[in-house]
């Protein structure tokens, strides 16, 4: 079985999108696939298959009001079943570790050729470790700057996370990105590649593993919504940003025109490769699927451990995942390979600046009608 988890650093991207119509071009390729709903909380995902509304699902198994092998159910395309996410947990992040775990085992027992994850937008742990759940994992981005940024962003937090799953506790490797991580901004500067030669000084072996893991480690990145030829260059220049800075090779599976179509079959509650197989995007989706047929299986090494023994570590770049000094240090990292251009930056400052000044306008407004409210009042 290949495990394919499906995710991105924002959400509207088209993740959704790719799940469920590759899931589909699979299936009538003649695997058996399952593909599964885990952006619990904001779960669309049966819309898109054109599913009606789901009773059970991942919220209805993990509350154990029904059982796992109930909430597979089958779906009116050829070898494709389907795991709905439901709304019955608030978010993904609310999973707590038993849950997860047990999610993680069931997975892993299922019977298919391919199994499709659809997850939530974000680095939250859980979709992180989801995400780690195969080496072969695709990231969708987009792009704008803020989706180009937070796909590069999402694979260097899986890194990170990687690399807190591969240190043991207690080891020299550990010890040492604990004492980075009490300044968060300095840890999330450092490149892997320099990182990891400054961590064989202490613990030679916890490096060489990590190193192992990384060399198995292939994610792949399919870039959405382009409307040019110019802008697939995006998901070269992201490639190269995860090659230098973080010592990662990223597969690109291929890059998806923007298609009104696809809102067309989303109304008619169809798939898009079913709606129109021979549209620009259908053909898109027909090609990543290819690709992934060509390819071979792999996985982690039989010491990866999925399933959390240790509640108490956690990822070294999770606490400050939103901070500027983070957010900054991605910044860096991309302009320095060209994927971000001194252009986009200076578009995504004249961006802000302009919504910094409606808001201060609309503060304005509202302070003057509460003004006038409290005058009329005392009149009264």
């Known amino acids: 079985m290949q495990i394919i988890p499906i995710a991105s650093g924002k959400g509207g991207v088209g993740k959704s999108l790719l799940s469920a119509n590759l899931a589909i071009t699979l299936g009538q390729a003649g695997k058996k696939v399952i593909l599964a709903d885990l952006d619990l909380g904001a779960s669309n995902l049966h819309l898109v298959i054109g599913q009606s509304s789901p009773k059970g699902g ?7 009001e029904t059982k796992f092998e109930d909430i597979i159910q089958p779906t009116e395309y050829e070898n494709v079943w389907f795991i709905a996410g439901d709304s019955e947990i608030p978010g993904l992040s609310s999973l707590k570790i038993f849950q997860k775990n047990s999610l993680i085992k069931k997975f892993q027992e299922l019977d298919c050729d391919y199994l499709i994850i659809d997850l939530g937008a974000g680095t939250h742990l859980t979709i992180l470790d989801l995400f780690l759940l195969s080496p072969q994992g695709i990231v969708v981005t987009a ?17 990170f ?21 009490s300044d968060s901004s300095s840890l999330q500067r450092l490149y892997i590649p320099k990182l990891i030669e400054a ?27 382009i409307d040019e030829p110019r802008d697939a260059d995006k998901a070269l220049k992201i490639r190269r940003s995860c090659q230098q800075y973080l010592g990662l090779d990223v597969e690109s599976l291929g890059v998806m025109y923007r298609d009104t179509l696809q809102d067309k079959a989303l109304s008619s509650r169809l798939p898009v490769v079913v709606y129109k197989p021979n549209a620009v995007i259908s053909q898109a989706i ?8 060509q390819s071979e299986t792999i996985q982690f090494d039989k010491d990866f451990e999925h399933i959390d023994t240790d509640t108490s570590y956690e990822l070294a770049a999770e606490e400050a995942t939103d901070d500027f000094s983070q957010k900054m240090s991605y910044v860096e990292d991309l302009v320095g390979t060209g994927a971000l251009s001194m252009g986009d930056l200076a578009e995504t ?9 409606q808001l201060r306008n609309e503060n304005i407004l509202l302070k003057s009608k509460v003004v006038k409210a409290i005058q009329q009042g005392f009149k009264c």
Not at 162 to 181: D, H, P, R, V
């Open 58 to 64: 991942i919220g209805t198994y993990i509350t154990g």
């Open 143 to 159: 792009p704008t700057v803020t989706a180009t940024l937070n796909g590069y962003l999402f694979l260097k937090n899986a890194v």
């Open 161 to 181: 996370r990687l690399m807190a799953t591969t240190f043991k506790k207690n080891s020299k490797a550990a010890e040492y990105l604990e004492k980075l991580k």
């Open 199 to 225: 961590i064989k000084e202490v613990d030679p072996k916890s490096a060489a593993k990590f190193e192992e893991r990384m060399k198995q480690f292939h994610p792949r990145l399919v870039m959405n919504m």
């Open 286 to 293: 027909y090609r990543v699927a290819e690709k992934i047929l």
């Open 349 to 357: 400052i004249k961006t802000q600046a302009y919504e910094i000044n």
